[in-house]
């Protein structure tokens, strides 16, 4: 019977924002699986990797403990959690390992009509509802502002209007929201995306080689995901024109065409996306036959 202790366990949230971004994310890193009964794990099929489906707010804590070895979790909340562990003495807290693209949003204050807001000094002696008590905390402390913060574990955009807050502090990703609720977005306290997050327990040698190699597959997944091949024939007196006009790429390869001294080949990884206007301008300065291909895999 094989060792489930040298297995990888993820946790990933289990029905929400990031779950669909989370999973697709690992499959595009080679990880097929089957759901359990339950539907709480996901085995790994082709790795020894298994997935937990969690909520989001318990991944800190299964990390932080060892219970789960990674997670992919927002840093609006590691942030609070990581807060939250500093404040009752834990010492050895779980690293964040990669930044993920997808999940973007911020934690911003935001204010009714009623409330005047220039700087952190507007919010002296103010009620402020958040479902981040300790993000918020930690700001006013940075800030030196005295106000109280009124937890909330949702729906704190209908704090103010109840009269519990004077204002609030709360994700914001199209601002819809807020102004659904008469909220003025004031000030960005946290920049957030997902994250990978990973056990402050030292892993053992074969569960660290396959979380390096997980890790450098998520990085590859990344970097294709804007990454385009561009190939195109330009005259050898436009290249430094053209190479200038290609968003985020290396050294191209230059190939002779067959009979012509004149033009060139020219291929190039862009680990940009390459929009029409780029497209309109290589035509421009010269280039010819050009095509973009999506890039599939990648491994610096
Ligand atoms: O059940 P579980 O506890 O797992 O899920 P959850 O309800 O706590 O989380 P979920 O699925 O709503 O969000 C998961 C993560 O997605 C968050 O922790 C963030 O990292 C990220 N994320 C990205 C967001 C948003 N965008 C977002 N817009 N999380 C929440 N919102 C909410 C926000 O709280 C507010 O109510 O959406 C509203 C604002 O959106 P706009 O577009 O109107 O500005
Ligand atoms: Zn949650």
Redesign the pocket.
């Given at each position: 019977m094989q060792d489930q202790s040298a297995r990888i366990k993820i946790a990933v949230?289990?029905?929400?924002?990031?779950t669909e971004h989370s999973m697709d994310l690992l499959s595009r890193c080679g990880l097929s699986y089957s759901r359990g009964r339950d539907q709480l794990i996901c085995y790994g099929e082709n790795m020894p990797i298994d997935v937990l489906l969690v909520?989001?707010?318990d991944i800190p804590r299964l990390v932080q403990e060892d219970v789960c070895d990674l997670g992919i979790?927002?840093?609006?909340?590691t942030e609070e959690a990581r807060l939250d562990f500093a404040a009752n003495g834990v010492a050895n807290l779980f690293e964040r390992v990669n930044e993920l693209d997808f999940?973007?949003?911020r934690l911003s204050f935001g204010i009714p009509a009623s409330v005047e807001f220039q700087d952190a000094r507007s919010l002296e002696g103010l009620r402020i509802a958040t479902s981040y008590p300790r993000i918020v905390e930690d700001y006013l402390r940075r800030k030196n502002v005295n106000a109280s913060v009124v937890e909330f574990s949702g729906a704190?955009?209908i704090a103010p209007s109840l009269g519990k807050a004077d204002l609030i502090c709360?994700?914001?990703?199209?601002?819809?929201?807020?102004r659904a609720h008469q909220l003025e977005e004031v000030e960005t306290i946290l920049e957030?995306r997902?994250a990978l997050i990973q056990t402050p327990v030292k892993l053992a040698e074969e569960k660290a080689t396959w979380v390096q190699r997980l890790l450098q597959r998520v990085e590859g997944v990344q970097q294709v995901r804007e990454s385009k091949y561009i190939m195109l024939h330009a005259p050898r007196s436009a290249l430094d024109s053209i190479r200038a006009l290609l968003p985020g790429s290396e050294a191209p390869t230059i190939m002779p065409l067959d009979g012509r001294d004149d033009i060139v080949a020219m291929h190039a990884v862009c680990r940009e996306n390459i929009f029409w206007e780029t497209l309109e301008d290589l035509k421009d300065a010269g280039a010819s036959s050009i095509l973009v291909l999506p890039v599939e895999k990648m491994l610096a």
């Open positions: 949230q289990k029905s929400g924002r990031l909520r989001d707010d979790v927002g840093i609006n909340v999940g973007h949003c704190v955009e709360d994700l914001v990703s199209s601002g819809g929201t807020m957030s997902a």
